[in-house]
């Protein structure tokens, strides 16, 4: 009889105890699912740069439109192109050079017309960042005939230019935003390569003032969207960073241009 009461007793312990601990389980569930912050602890969420960090290609680079694209001038060959994905490198970023989609003399109206190219919107849509040059030749008409002075243009030929060609850089910034939602859009801005000829000095300064606020105000609308100012970088030392042609950036107006882009990177 003793050995039976024990046994008796020994269960209603365990049965007690399966029922503290199933009570237990199921105030730790209901806690869990009201405030799951007090169960599990407070989640750490991840600020805006190092989401981007985590994005596939967040830093591969796709450059297109005209010769400063393509690095004209540069006698290395690389362009601000090369040089600010070596800089991300450097600065610890795994970034490359998806492609370089730029040609000499491509104006607005040209590029409108690649943005249909099938290989041309593919390279664009594997890039995390969209790097866009246009618009020099559209207010500048080519080197020869400015450097030579054989035609310096009317501020009424500029203004008409700036115009015209406002509506084409309206469209392109539009299509890319739409071949590519998540890039982020870089646009070179301009600079006046003759700002030390008197003949062109001030009717060049004021039409590159104009595009580049035409610019801004554009980009403005969209999100993810930068500018790189080059103005002052040519206004204040032409000598030092144009090209023998006195159109392009040398090597060292190349620098300038791709460590300005990678501090304005930086900021985003």
């Known amino acids: 009889m003793k050995s039976a009461s024990r046994i008796w007793r020994l269960a209603g312990t365990v049965s007690a105890l399966s029922t503290l601990l199933l009570l237990g389980g199921f105030i730790y569930a209901v806690t869990d699912i009201m405030n799951p912050s007090a169960a599990k602890g407070s989640l750490e969420v991840p600020s805006a740069l190092e989401e981007h960090e985590t994005l596939a290609g967040a830093w ?5 439109g005209d010769s400063l694209a393509k690095g004209t001038g540069d006698d290395t060959g690389k362009g601000f192109a090369r040089r ?19 040609i000499n003399g491509l104006d607005t109206e040209k590029l409108l017309s ?18 866009l040059s246009i618009g020099g030749n559209d207010l ?36 890319l935003k739409e071949i590519n939602t998540q890039a982020l859009l870089v646009y070179v801005g301009l600079y006046n390569p003759f700002s030390d000829l008197e003949g062109i000095k001030e009717t060049g300064n004021d039409a590159v003032a104009r595009w580049n ?6 980009l403005n609308e ?19 960073y144009l090209a023998s042609d006195h159109f392009h950036p040398n ?17 985003e």
Not at 60 to 64: A, H, K, Q
């Open 84 to 102: 600010s994905v070596e800089l991300l490198q450097e600065q610890g970023h795994e970034s490359k050079l998806i492609n370089n989609l730029g």
């Open 140 to 175: 500048f008409d080519g080197t020869e005939r400015m450097a030579s002075s054989e035609h310096m243009p009317t501020p009424e030929e500029i203004e008409e230019a700036v115009s015209v060609h406002s509506e084409h850089y309206r469209q392109i910034v539009a299509e």
């Open 213 to 218: 606020r035409m610019a801004q105000e554009t």
């Open 222 to 240: 969209y999100e993810g969207t930068l500018i790189v100012p080059t103005y002052d970088l040519f206004t204040l030392g032409p000598v030092r």
């Open 251 to 267: 090597a060292d107006g190349y620098q300038a241009i791709a460590e300005r882009m990678v501090q304005g990177l930086a900021r």
């Open 60 to 64: 591969d680079m796709t450059v297109i």
């Open 114 to 131: 690649m943005l249909d190219d099938p290989g041309v919107r593919h390279a664009l849509q594997q890039a995390g960042i969209i790097v």
